[in-house]
């Protein structure tokens, strides 16, 4: 998500003196921060994809005109909005420019009132622009990763999904509701040496005593669904809730797992996932400690989304782009509404929460929240969220590169550095 319409900024190109001062003047008043140039090449160099704001610029200049430098920037960036500035001859022009592709233009004299609100239609358009294409490149990235994010807990689980997958051992994963276990669990698989084997998924709360011979066979059978998963993955969900005789027979089916001699998987590899803390669930004496050990011999915690807030916007972009390809809609716009609960949630649903907000949002349906929100609502906490949100944002457009993100930003260099060490950033995330 882009900045808020101060924040994006304003390239004057005006040759007139008097004209620039009193331009940049109005501008400022109006919590812009124009860049003013005498002429267009100047002002071009200013110019790249990632830029957050509109171009105004008269049409008779020395060198290269109004009409050539909307060209050039529209040869940058199509979508980037150009005012023409036209004189009483000009209006015509202006006129046939509008056709080819110019946003709005200002005929000489033109007011304060004029000024901003053609500014402030092409800032907001320009916002949306940005908003919709950070929402396409982070669901493009979705699509390549399943751990959607760039944040320092979620780089650190992508890192160890890819080593525990290639062991070929049971994996306990630990979780809050919709955090994604079972996502997590097929991903192991897929990147495991048993990917072109069998996966199942069974809800251990639903299985109660009588599905021990579906799971495990009766008395001396091997057990209907584990036979039929001999070298592929079963996935346990809620395996806290398994019954104390399933309990029993999945350490018997283990153990006798490991004495199997011969080449390749012998049986199936178990990937079990709890919300609850299994270790205070085998302190408790509701689950055999013997049997935690043997399953929590690799473990995996997925962080909840109040724990990696960098993540949220990209996440919400991918459930964005499945709402939209669902409904067979074609366009979303996200509101400022939706940027701050976004930012202040604490999404105690995780995932499946953020879900279903995204798709009312797209539907235009009101959004139902459940659970607390943030609970440090002073407004420097705020603004210091939001400010480290638009960090975030400019570099995963710029792909961490300094010199285009202090222009985007409209900030200088060492500026740039005391936010990047004050929300404790790391630059290499954003360049991979």
Same mark, same amino acid.
């Given at each position: 998500?882009?900045?808020?319409?101060?924040?994006?900024?304003?390239?004057? /190109?005006?040759?007139?003196?008097?004209?620039?001062?009193? !331009? @940049?003047?109005?501008?400022?008043?109006?919590?812009?921060?124009?860049?003013?140039?005498?002429?267009?090449?100047?002002?071009?160099?200013?110019?790249?994809?990632?830029?957050?704001? &509109?171009?105004?610029?008269?049409?008779?200049?020395?060198?290269?005109?109004?009409?050539?430098?909307?060209?050039?920037?529209?040869?940058?960036?199509?979508?980037?909005?150009?005012?023409?500035?036209?004189?009483?001859?000009? @209006?015509?022009?202006?006129?046939?420019?509008?056709?080819?592709?110019?946003?709005?233009?200002?005929?000489?004299?033109?007011?304060?009132?004029?000024?901003?609100?053609?500014?402030?239609?092409?800032?907001? !358009?320009?916002?949306?622009?940005?908003?919709?294409?950070?929402?396409?490149?982070?669901?493009?990235?979705?699509?390549?990763?399943?751990?959607?994010?760039?944040?320092?807990?979620?780089?650190?689980?992508r890192t160890m999904v890819g080593q525990m997958a290639m062991l070929d051992l049971d994996v306990l994963i630990e979780g809050e509701t919709g955090t994604g276990k079972e996502v997590m669990a097929r991903a192991l698989h897929r990147r495991s040496p048993r990917a072109l084997m069998p996966f199942r998924a069974i809800r251990c709360s639903t299985l109660g005593e009588s599905g021990l011979g579906d799971l495990f066979g009766h008395a001396g059978s091997a057990g209907n669904w584990l036979r039929a998963l001999d070298g592929g993955v079963l996935f346990l969900a809620e395996v806290d809730a398994l019954p104390a005789p399933l309990q029993a027979r999945l350490?018997?089916?283990?153990?006798?797992?490991?004495?199997?001699?011969?080449?390749?998987?012998?049986?199936?590899?178990?990937?079990?996932?709890?919300?609850?803390?299994?270790?205070?669930?085998?302190?408790?004496?509701?689950?055999?400690?013997?049997?935690?050990?043997?399953?929590?011999?690799?473990?995996?915690?997925?962080?909840?989304?109040?724990?990696?807030?960098?993540?949220?916007?990209?996440?919400?972009?991918?459930?964005?782009?499945?709402?939209?390809?669902?409904?067979?809609?074609?366009?979303?716009?996200?509101?400022?509404?939706?940027?701050?609960?976004?930012?202040?949630?604490?999404?105690?649903?995780?995932?499946?929460?953020?879900?279903?907000?995204?798709?009312?949002?797209?539907?235009?349906?009101?959004?139902?929240?459940?659970?607390?929100?943030?609970?440090?609502?002073?407004?420097?906490?705020?603004?210091?969220?939001?400010?480290?949100?638009?960090?975030?944002?400019?570099?995963?457009?710029?792909?961490?590169?300094?010199?285009?993100? &202090?222009? /985007?930003?409209?900030?200088?260099?060492?500026?740039?550095?005391?936010?990047?060490?004050?929300?404790?950033?790391?630059?290499?995330?954003?360049?991979?």
């Open positions: 998500m882009s900045a808020p319409e101060q924040r994006l900024r304003v390239i004057l /190109v005006e040759d007139d003196e008097p004209l620039r001062l009193a !331009t @940049v003047q109005a501008l400022e008043l109006a919590d812009y921060s124009p860049a003013a140039h005498p002429s267009a090449r100047p002002a071009l160099a200013k110019i790249n994809r990632a830029f957050a704001g &509109c171009v105004v610029t008269d049409i008779r200049l020395d060198g290269m005109d109004g009409l050539e430098l909307m060209r050039a920037v529209h040869a940058i960036d199509a979508d980037i909005p150009v005012i023409l500035i036209t004189g009483h001859g000009d @209006v015509q022009m202006a006129v046939a420019a509008l056709r080819g592709g110019a946003f709005d233009f200002l005929a000489k004299p033109f007011s304060t009132d004029q000024l901003i609100a053609a500014v402030r239609r092409a800032a907001q !358009t320009r916002e949306m622009v940005l908003d919709n294409r950070a929402l396409r490149e982070a669901v493009e990235q979705a699509a390549a990763d399943e751990f959607v994010g760039t944040s320092e807990a979620i780089t650190s689980l350490l018997a089916y283990l153990e006798t797992r490991e004495q199997r001699q011969g080449d390749g998987p012998a049986g199936a590899r178990i990937i079990a996932a709890t919300r609850a803390a299994l270790d205070t669930e085998v302190a408790a004496g509701r689950f055999r400690e013997d049997l935690f050990y043997r399953l929590a011999l690799l473990r995996l915690r997925i962080p909840p989304l109040r724990e990696r807030r960098d993540d949220i916007p990209v996440v919400f972009a991918q459930f964005v782009r499945e709402a939209l390809d669902r409904t067979r809609r074609t366009n979303f716009a996200i509101s400022a509404a939706d940027r701050r609960q976004l930012l202040e949630h604490d999404w105690p649903g995780n995932a499946r929460e953020l879900r279903s907000y995204a798709f009312n949002a797209v539907l235009g349906l009101s959004r139902t929240i459940t659970g607390k929100g943030n609970g440090d609502v002073r407004l420097s906490a705020r603004i210091s969220a939001y400010e480290r949100s638009i960090l975030i944002e400019t570099l995963q457009h710029t792909r961490g590169k300094v010199s285009e993100t &202090c222009i /985007v930003l409209g900030i200088s260099r060492q500026t740039f550095y005391e936010k990047i060490a004050k929300h404790g950033l790391q630059l290499d995330s954003y360049r991979n």
